[in-house]
């Protein structure tokens, strides 16, 4: 059984990537935090090849103990395919932006690319084969006003992606990670769709399926000598 984990994959883009791994023949970990109903859906759009994975990405002790034990108990199922998505955004200037939001911001787009990778990175290593997808964002390469935290974690997680890509080549594992501009899911449902279509050459948002497009090459056997990078997937949107 070739298994994907997707951390975030109760909805959004992380739903759609679900739904490409499934599509590739991969038996599909699903992790959410709190959405069961969601995850659920999820599963059942994927006809029930994976199962659900219940942890918060923010929490490194849920992390060793929910994700650790499945580890262990499936030391016959590999994990290939590592989808780092899970990811929150808590906008503020940052004059006004409190400890809480830059922790929370930070531990659940950046400390968690740490925490889980390195319980997966041991069985992509003793295989000598793996796939690491890292979901960041326009505002990791540009860095927007109003999301200091945000741009910060993901541009780290862009740091991180090239780092370790080094590290693992020889072992067959690629690196790698896509950076959407303005995707229609429930985290840019507050803005103003009108207003910033403008901006962006292809005028509109893009659809989780277009990311999870992209995932699904970078997860691809024939992806192998791609490793270190960040494709964009914004529509033009350029920095
Ligand atoms: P979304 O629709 O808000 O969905 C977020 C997903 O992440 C949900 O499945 C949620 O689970 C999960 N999640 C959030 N916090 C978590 C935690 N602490 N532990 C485990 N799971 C957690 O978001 P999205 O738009 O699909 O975003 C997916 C990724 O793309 C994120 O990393 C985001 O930063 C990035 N991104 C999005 C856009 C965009 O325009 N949408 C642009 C650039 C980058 P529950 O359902 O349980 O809450």
Do not use: H
Request: with cysteine.
């Amino acid at each position: 059984m070739k298994c994907a984990l997707v951390t975030g994959g109760s909805r959004g883009i992380g739903r759609a990537i679900c739904q490409k791994m499934a599509g590739l023949g991969y038996y599909v970990l699903i992790n959410y935090k709190s959405n069961r109903a969601e995850a659920e859906k999820t599963l059942a759009l994927i006809a029930g090849t994976g199962e659900l994975l219940q942890f918060d990405v923010a929490n490194k002790t849920q992390i060793q103990n929910v994700l650790g034990n499945w580890i262990e108990n499936n030391q016959n199922n590999p994990i290939e395919i590592l989808v780092n998505n899970a990811g929150i955004r808590d906008d503020s200037l940052m004059a006004w932006m409190d400890e809480e939001q830059w922790e929370k911001v930070l531990k659940t787009n950046l400390d968690s690319f740490f925490y889980v990778t390195r319980l997966v990175l041991n069985d992509m290593m003793a295989q000598k084969y793996g796939r690491i997808i890292n979901v960041v964002s326009l505002s990791g390469l540009k860095g927007l006003a109003g999301q200091t935290n945000y741009s910060a974690a993901k541009a780290g997680v862009i740091g991180a992606t090239k780092a370790l890509a080094q590290e693992v080549a020889r072992q067959g594992i690629t690196v790698n990670a896509l950076a959407p501009g303005f995707i229609k899911t429930d985290m840019t449902e507050g803005l103003d769709e009108k207003e910033l279509k403008a901006l962006i050459p292809a005028k509109r948002f893009g659809l989780p399926e277009e990311v999870a497009a992209a995932a699904a090459f970078f997860a691809s056997p024939e992806a192998s000598y791609i490793t270190g990078q960040v494709l964009s997937v914004n529509g033009g949107l350029y920095t």
